[in-house]
Structures are given as structure tokens and as C-alpha cells.
């Protein structure tokens, strides 16, 4: 019986021993960065030991560090089971989000905030939750953007962060590679280019980098270059060797006597153990804009940009700052030629993992906004950059239904062209004639003008008196008629409410022909014109409603005409003395012209005259309607300026 306890106590030290030493094994290979590895080691003892917490912990953060939280779920389940602590129910609930599952992220969340009294904790916990609140309030920021995973182009392997310049479309991809990269288990990435024409790719010829060698056992990746071709930035890191930088940095290649340079470490790294990756160059050159978690940043990693120094290397980076850094990660920035600045993150209100994102430039700074669900997914969604702003470009993904691994997706605006209205106005030009009717007035002068008084073109009528002009519907405009001998004459038109509502629309180009007249008058020097509907109350002068509203129309003609001098005149009947009807008459015509003058009218244009009785129409007016014919006010133009 003592020899077999002995052989069980033996045993259990060996099982004891293995474990212990598997244990510290998968420890070592975690701290190294050495994910996959270490996942293989811990899945192990879990074979063995499906409830040994360290095992368990470490598998998640494992799936965590190198991008697969979504695998964790099951593990972090597993810690919380046995402990409900902040960390284990915050992990669980961003696991959760990463695959949709709000409900339980939700869960998580608030249970974590029950277990802290951690003001960061709170903090992180309040954007989370408000995170999730705003899910159902996120809208298409192109409603109508179509993606396309370009099967073509993709591998199995990882592909991703599209850049074009010069004709040439450059990305990062696993294929080729013989090396496998201990964090993630999938080959290591390299700088690819091919031939590119709009969003046509010439899949037949994708080449490694010939600019420079990739190099083997490191992630090369995110490509940008400067406008001129000439400046080559990119990230690396990753190395296999112990002797290399133990950070992903930034490295530029410059084009000097007719090729590239090796590539060399950036200043703007500043520090070898911070990561700095996703590099882009602003449209102009200028700018530097890259992700890092240098210790200023928001938590994670954080988009900075820096300005291009007198000596071509780029500096004095700055935070972004929290409007647009959050203590999430944010990177793979893209800045438009318009000043928007569209990137990835998964710290603002977004669908998963990475999603798309834009901010815009406000009086109160960033203001940032999610594409929208027709972009972004629950999963990663990122390294956008558009070949024809806003309407064609790439981006990059692992949504589901892809090749494999990361996928480049085309993308392309298909908004439906709208349809057109053409209001097509037939203008129709006539004179009045002294026997009372109209005529053909060919060779007239037409112009149209729009609401804000911008010429929008003229022609002369032609022998019909007829001309056309094509207006745009739901709009106002004014249209002017001349000709020499006789009163220039505007009028409006408005083509409001007189075309069909465009989603009643069936074809691409409606025409709607409407028509319109302007009669001209003829302007004959001494001529006098009678002034309708022009009445004073009895021994009054003052300019009454019904008698401004004709004045009105005067006043037009004055503004169509400048180069008129007119006198206005008053006339009475003859029911007075003739000093009371002169007295009267040249009042009232005083009181006509000032009122002209209150118009905007010069006063240096206006004559004003008093004629009493001394011009009646109809003499010995026997009723009421025949002095009303005599009271009457006139005017006739009496100087044509040149």
C-alpha cells in the first residue's frame, strides 16, 4: 500500500511539474508577443485543466492582443464564472460588442460598473454604455456607396490597406511569405504594387515592392507616398530577431539619383518603444498623419499629425486630440481633399471591432460620424482611401462572405441621377398701337435675370417676335424687354407650381414648354400717358393705398427706363374757381412725385405740374363719369438722356 501511495505521490509531483513547466512555457511566450504560440501551449493545459483560470486568462487576452477578441468569448465566460471582476466583465463585455451581441455587452458593462470605484474605470464604462445607446441612431453617411470585395485581386492570405499614386495601386498583403508571424499564426506582410486605371486593377501583374526589397521575418504595411512619388513612409516591425526595434516604427525610402534609398528609422518615431503605424501624407504633402500610443494620447492608439520640416523629414507631432482620439484605438488615417479627416476606430459609437469614421471641421472643432451600416460591420472596417473623391475608392475588411483573411473591397457611389426638369419658356413680344391693339414686335431685346439678379443670358425676339429661354423649375426671374422707340418693360416670372413634383417623374428629362407676353409701349417725346385709377380724397393731396399701388407701376417704369425725364402732371375738373383747381392740381401732383421720389426715384427726373383746368378731355361735362375723365393724373416723358 506504501508503494502505491508513493507511485501516486510521484505522479501527481510529475503532473504537477509538467503543468507548472507548460505553464511557464506558454508565460514566456505571451510576454514575448508570441501569441499564436502561446495559445497553442495554453489550449493544452486546458485539454487537461478546462477550469485553470491562468490558462483561461491568458487564451483570451491571447485572441485579445492579436485581434481576435471576438474567440475570446468563451474564455473570458469562463474567468467570470469563477470570478466576477472589473476586468474580466469589461473584456467580456467589448468581446461581446465585437460580434453584435449588444444585449450582452450591455450586461457586462453594468455589472463591471458595480465592481469599481475607479474613476477611469467609470469613465471607460460610461462611453461604453453611451457607445451602445447610440448604435440605432447611426445613419449612412453616403446613402448610396455599393461595396465589392474585388476577388481578383485578394488572396487567402491577408490583403489590405489600398494606396494609389502615379498610376499604381500599392497594398500590403500575406501572400508571398514564408515566414509566420508568432503573434497571429498567418504569414508575415509584405509591400505589393500593380498597375491601376480608376478602380481597374491589373490583377495579372502584381509584383512585391520593386521600389525596394521587402524584408523577411518583419510586417511591412501601410503604405504612403508624397505627392511627387518621391518620399516612401511605411510601417515595419514585428522582427523575429531580438536585435531589431521591439516596436512597430515608421520608415521612409526616398528616391535619390535615380532610385530609392533603403529604408531608414523616422525622428518622428521619437521613441523606440512606442508603436507607431497607419501612416498617410496629406493631399499637399505637408502633413504626416500616423497612429501611435505615446503616453500623451487618450489610451490606445491615438492618430497624430506632423509637419513636414525645412530638411524634408517630418516633426513636431501632435495629439489629434479627444475630440477625435478616444481610450480606444483609432488609425488608419485618410485626409480628403476638402479637409475631412476619415479613419478607423473602435472607440467612437460604432457596429464591432474597427469602423469607418469621419470627422469634419466645425466652429467647435471635430465633429465625428459614423459611414454608416452599408460600410462599416461588426468587423474590422478600415484603410479607406478614395481614387475619385467622394465617390470611388478602397477600403479594407474581414467582414464575412471575404477571400480569407483582411479583403480589399471597391467601393463606388451609386446615387441616382436625378431627374431633370427643363421648363422651356416661349416669350412672345407685341407693341401696342394707338387704335387699342397689338402687334408683332420683332428684333426685341430679351434678357433674364434669376432671384439674385445674375444675368442668366438674352437674345432678340425674331421676325415672329418670338424667342425661348430654357429656366429651371421652382424658381423666380425677371425678364427685361427693350427696343429703341419704345418703354424698356420688366416683368416676373415664376415657375413655381407650374411643373410636375419630380417623384411623379417617369423619364430621365421632362420638358415643360409655358409661355409668357410683354407688350411695349411706345415712348414719344410730349406724348401723355394717363395714369389709371390714380384718386385723392375731396381737397386733399395725400397719396391714398389704392393711388400708391398705380404709382407703383410708374415707378417700375422709371427703374426699366433710366435714361426718361418725365413731368408728372395733375389735372382737375371744372367745377372750381381756377385758382382753387391750380392750387389743388399742382399739390397733388407734388404730393405724386414725392411720393416717386420715397420709390428710390432721383428727384432731378421728375417735373411736377399743376394744370388745374386748363386741359380738359371732355369740355362742359355734363356727369359725373365725364369729370372723373378730366380729374385725372398723366405723365409724358420729356428729355431722353443719351
Excluded at 441 to 455: E, F, G, H, I, S
Aim: glycine content about 8%.
Amino acid at each position: 500500500m506504501k508503494a502505491i501511495n508513493l507511485f501516486y505521490s510521484l505522479l501527481l509531483f510529475l503532473v504537477v511539474s509538467s503543468c507548472t513547466s507548460v505553464m511557464q512555457k506558454g508565460l514566456n511566450q505571451y510576454s514575448a508577443g508570441e501569441y499564436q504560440v502561446a495559445l497553442n501551449t495554453y489550449t493544452k493545459v486546458l485539454e487537461k485543466d478546462p477550469d485553470n483560470a491562468a490558462a483561461n486568462l491568458y487564451v483570451a487576452e491571447s485572441y485579445r492582443l492579436s485581434n481576435r477578441i471576438e474567440q475570446a468569448i468563451p474564455y473570458y465566460e469562463k474567468l467570470v464564472e469563477k470570478e466576477e471582476t472589473f476586468d474580466n466583465l469589461y473584456k467580456l463585455g467589448r468581446a461581446k460588442k465585437s460580434v453584435g451581441d449588444y444585449t450582452g455587452a450591455r450586461e457586462a458593462f453594468e455589472k463591471a460598473r458595480d465592481l469599481t470605484l475607479d474613476d477611469n474605470h467609470q469613465k471607460l464604462l460610461a462611453l461604453d454604455l453611451k457607445n451602445l445607446d447610440e448604435i440605432e441612431a447611426i445613419e449612412d453617411y453616403f446613402p448610396y456607396l455599393e461595396l465589392e470585395n474585388y476577388r481578383l485581386l485578394n488572396t487567402p492570405q491577408a490583403d489590405y490597406a489600398p494606396f494609389v499614386n502615379g498610376g499604381h495601386l500599392y497594398f500590403s498583403s500575406g501572400r508571398q511569405s514564408s515566414a509566420v508571424y508568432k503573434g497571429t499564426g498567418t504569414p508575415y506582410h509584405k509591400l505589393f504594387r500593380t498597375r491601376i486605371e480608376g478602380t481597374r486593377v491589373d490583377v495579372q501583374n502584381v509584383q512585391a515592392l520593386p521600389e525596394f526589397r521587402n524584408e523577411e521575418g518583419l510586417n511591412q504595411a501601410a503604405l504612403t507616398m508624397t505627392p511627387d512619388g518621391n518620399t516612401i513612409i511605411y510601417a515595419r516591425g514585428n522582427s523575429t530577431s531580438n536585435k531589431d526595434l521591439p516596436e512597430v516604427q515608421l520608415f521612409a525610402s526616398y528616391f535619390r539619383g535615380g532610385g530609392f534609398t533603403q529604408p531608414i528609422w523616422m525622428p518622428v518615431n521619437e521613441d523606440e518603444f512606442w508603436h507607431n503605424t497607419s501612416p498617410m501624407i496629406s493631399p499637399d504633402g505637408t502633413e504626416l498623419y500616423f497612429a501611435s500610443n505615446r503616453p500623451d494620447g487618450q489610451g490606445g492608439l491615438d492618430l497624430y499629425v506632423a509637419t513636414r520640416l525645412a530638411n524634408g523629414d517630418f516633426g513636431n507631432a501632435k495629439n489629434l486630440g479627444p475630440q477625435i482620439n478616444t481610450p480606444g484605438n483609432e488609425m488608419f488615417p485618410y485626409l480628403a481633399p476638402d479637409g475631412k479627416l476619415f479613419f478607423a476606430s473602435d472607440g467612437h459609437p460604432g457596429f464591432g471591432k474597427l469602423d469607418l469614421f469621419v470627422a469634419e471641421r466645425t466652429d467647435k472643432g471635430w465633429e465625428v460620424k459614423n459611414l454608416g451600416s452599408n460600410v462599416n460591420t461588426i468587423k474590422d472596417d478600415f484603410g479607406l482611401f478614395f481614387t475619385k473623391y467622394p465617390t470611388e475608392g478602397f477600403l479594407s475588411s474581414d467582414r464575412e462572405g471575404g477571400i480569407g483573411d483582411d479583403d480589399i473591397y471597391v467601393f463606388e457611389d451609386k446615387t441616382p441621377k436625378p431627374k431633370i426638369i427643363n421648363v422651356l419658356l416661349n416669350v412672345t413680344t407685341l407693341e401696342n398701337k394707338e387704335d387699342g391693339t397689338t402687334a408683332t414686335l420683332p428684333q426685341t431685346r430679351v434678357v433674364l435675370y434669376d432671384a439674385a439678379n445674375k444675368n442668366m443670358g438674352g437674345d432678340f425676339s425674331n421676325q415672329n417676335g418670338r424667342l425661348r429661354f430654357t429656366l429651371a423649375p421652382d424658381a423666380n426671374f425677371t425678364i427685361i424687354a427693350s427696343k429703341s422707340g419704345y418703354f424698356s418693360k420688366s416683368i416676373t416670372y415664376d415657375t413655381r407650381g407650374k411643373t410636375p413634383r419630380v417623384e411623379d417623374l417617369v423619364q430621365e428629362v421632362t420638358n415643360i414648354t409655358l409661355d409668357t407676353t410683354i407688350v411695349l409701349d411706345p415712348l414719344i417725346l410730349e406724348r401723355s400717358i394717363v395714369l389709371e385709377n390714380i384718386y385723392y380724397d375731396l381737397d386733399r393731396a395725400e397719396i391714398r393705398p389704392d393711388a400708391a399701388l398705380e404709382l407703383d407701376k410708374l415707378v417700375q417704369i422709371l427703374k426699366d427706363n433710366p435714361a426718361i425725364r418725365i413731368e408728372l402732371s395733375s389735372h382737375t375738373d371744372d367745377r372750381a374757381t381756377d385758382a382753387y383747381n391750380n392750387n389743388l392740381s399742382q399739390r397733388r401732383a407734388e404730393s405724386a412725385v414725392a411720393y416717386l421720389v420715397s420709390k428710390g426715384i432721383d428727384a432731378d427726373r421728375l417735373v411736377a405740374k399743376g394744370y388745374g383746368k386748363q386741359q380738359l378731355i371732355i369740355q362742359n361735362a355734363k356727369t359725373e363719369e365725364e369729370h372723373q375723365v378730366n380729374r385725372r393724373t398723366e405723365f409724358k416723358v420729356i428729355e431722353i438722356k443719351q
